[in-house]
């Protein structure tokens, strides 16, 4: 017989082991007032935490959450935006790094400390090096796949918890290491047939869906399926069926081939409900989903993660192979066992009422957005969905909290669970606003740029020229109801003033009405 060898675990598992056995004492999550709308408090300096532990901290309102995490860590500095502020503890051997999202502080995405989404974190912050946000996009996204169909959403009719993520970051910020974790756990816990990987036709995909119609999908490198969407037709047809598996809508086909394959001549084929999670990640380039014809659905539909940085550094990340990542996967196993509906009787009397104020806060700031421009059409389109995806979440950190022991009842809708839903959601209307200020910039560069070459080639051998206002109008701005046309205001209030930053501007005169630029370049 051959010999077998037993298991001995290592001294880093072993000490996992105790860890876990301490996070699991955490105490339930406190009782957060809804957050006020006057303005941010400011930070304040986390204290010195001792060589076993730190303290993380959400502070909504006038409350706070707080719970351990493990590990040798240095604090994060806190961020603030919009009256919240939430100060993480890395795990791992790392360096306190600021985990402020790109271009500016944002707020950041809180979770239930007494849930197995923390554990998951804790973990997986000896991993990547991306802030907390991005870490728990992928993990949200697989919990919304193993709800989903047996607890559902009574919201207006039957609602799935499919949850669509989007991670945008540089090239090169290790995205796929961020992914890898939540891809481990899924593989454990779930069927091959439940994952969904690249490309497919619409046809294909229904093949898939007809043997399995809820489905989970990861893409780290988003870029290529973005891609495939914009410029293909078959791409085009099934990134409009995103939309649709999204919500859980029936799926129905019907082509002449068909009779060929079934008995009795049938050329139509049926599923009653098709459902998918899906994370994807991608580059700021793509993030916006400007060229696909189903972007402006697609980006309703998405929560969005940004970072631009990393949040610590790891010098050797820890392994996806052992006792722990297996025992994080028997947690989020857990939420398969569940089955219900939550509606509006399973909310809490305060948890009512911080319902009821969270939708007037968003309907109010729906109606201070004018929705002229496509940036402020995108944010329009979001806050209309952000209600219902508070739910999803709310809904998921319920469960996660269950998972854990902390409550019993997991199908009870709480006040304080509810404030941490709007804040993680505010979250990522704050990384969608931020990714169109970026696309913004980068549009206005390109603009500038294009300017600069159509006056320099219009004065060959010249190393400046001079335009009236009216000679600039009439030669760049003289159609501005063309789709796509330069128009007068963001020439004047945008091209040149960014133009004007970078030396390639000035007025030169101004007599009257009548203003005269100076345009130089090399």
């Known amino acids: 017989m051959p010999t077998i060898t037993p298991f001995i675990p290592t001294e880093e598992e072993l000490a996992e082991r105790a860890a876990w056995k301490l996070r699991l004492q955490r105490p339930p999550s406190g009782q957060p007032q809804p957050p006020e709308t006057g303005p941010a408090p400011a930070p304040q300096a986390s204290s010195p935490a001792s060589d076993d ?9 006038g409350s706070t959450l707080t719970g351990p995490t493990s590990g040798e860590t240095s604090p994060t500095s806190p961020n603030t935006s919009g009256g919240y502020t939430h100060a993480a503890a890395a795990s791992g051997e790392t360096s ?3 985990t402020s999202s790109a271009g500016g502080c944002t707020r950041e995405h809180p979770i239930p400390e007494d849930s197995i989404l923390a554990d998951y974190r804790d973990f997986v912050r000896k991993v990547s090096e991306l802030p907390d946000g991005l870490i728990l996009a992928p993990i949200l996204s697989l919990c919304g796949r193993l709800l989903t169909p047996a607890v559902t959403l009574d919201f207006g009719g039957s609602k799935p918890l499919t949850m669509y993520n989007f991670i945008a970051t540089p090239a090169g910020l290790r995205k796929s290491t961020t992914f890898k974790p939540a891809e481990k756990i899924a593989q454990k816990i779930l069927m091959s047939s439940d994952l969904l990987y690249g490309n497919a036709s619409d046809s294909a ?4 869906f007809e043997q399995q119609p809820h489905r989970m999908q990861f893409e780290d490198e988003g870029n290529t399926l973005l891609r495939t969407w914009e410029t293909s037709a078959h791409g085009k047809e099934v990134s409009a069926r995103y939309l649709k598996l999204y919500d859980g809508a029936p799926w129905t086909q019907n082509y002449l081939r068909e009779r060929k394959l079934h008995e009795g001549g049938s050329s139509e084929r049926h599923i009653p409900q098709a459902t998918l999670s899906l994370c994807i990640g991608a580059t700021f380039g793509v993030a916006r989903l ?5 972007g402006s659905g697609l980006r309703r539909r998405f929560g969005f993660y940004l970072a631009s940085q990393q949040a610590r550094e790891i010098w050797w990340p820890r392994s996806l192979e052992g006792a722990a990542l297996d025992e994080l996967a028997e947690q989020f196993r857990k939420l398969s066992d569940l089955q219900g509906v939550v509606g509006a009787n399973s909310f809490t009397q305060e948890a009512r009422e911080y319902w009821i104020s969270l939708q007037k806060r968003n309907r109010e700031r729906c ?17 209309n969905e952000s209600p219902a995806r508070c739910l999803k979440l709310a809904v998921i950190f319920q469960a996660c909290r269950w998972a854990r022991g902390s409550i019993a009842d997991p199908y009870t809708i709480t006040q304080d669970v509810l404030a941490l839903a709007e804040q993680h959601q505010d979250a990522c209307l704050d990384a969608l606003m931020e990714l169109e200020a ?3 910039r980068v549009l206005v560069e390109d603009t500038g740029e294009w300017l600069m070459s159509q006056i320099s ?3 060959p051998g010249q190393r400046s020229a001079d335009y009236t206002r009216t000679e600039l109008t009439r030669r ?5 109801g063309r789709q796509g046309a330069l128009t007068v205001s963001r020439l004047y209030g945008e091209i040149l003033p960014q133009l004007t930053e970078k030396g390639h501007c000035r007025i030169r005169s101004k007599v009257g009405k009548c203003i005269t630029y100076t345009f130089q370049w090399d």
């Open 438 to 440: 970026q696309s913004r």
């Open 205 to 208: 995909l229904f093949d898939s």
């Open 367 to 383: 109606k201070r957005i004018p929705g002229y421009t496509s940036g402020e059409e995108s944010l329009l389109s979001s806050l």
């Open 53 to 61: 532990e730190e303290t993380s901290t959400v502070s909504s309102g």
């Open 96 to 98: 306190a790094t600021s």
């Open 476 to 480: 760049f701005a003289a159609n501005p």
């Open 457 to 459: 080639g219009d004065h």
């Open 290 to 294: 400007d060229n696909l014809e189903a």
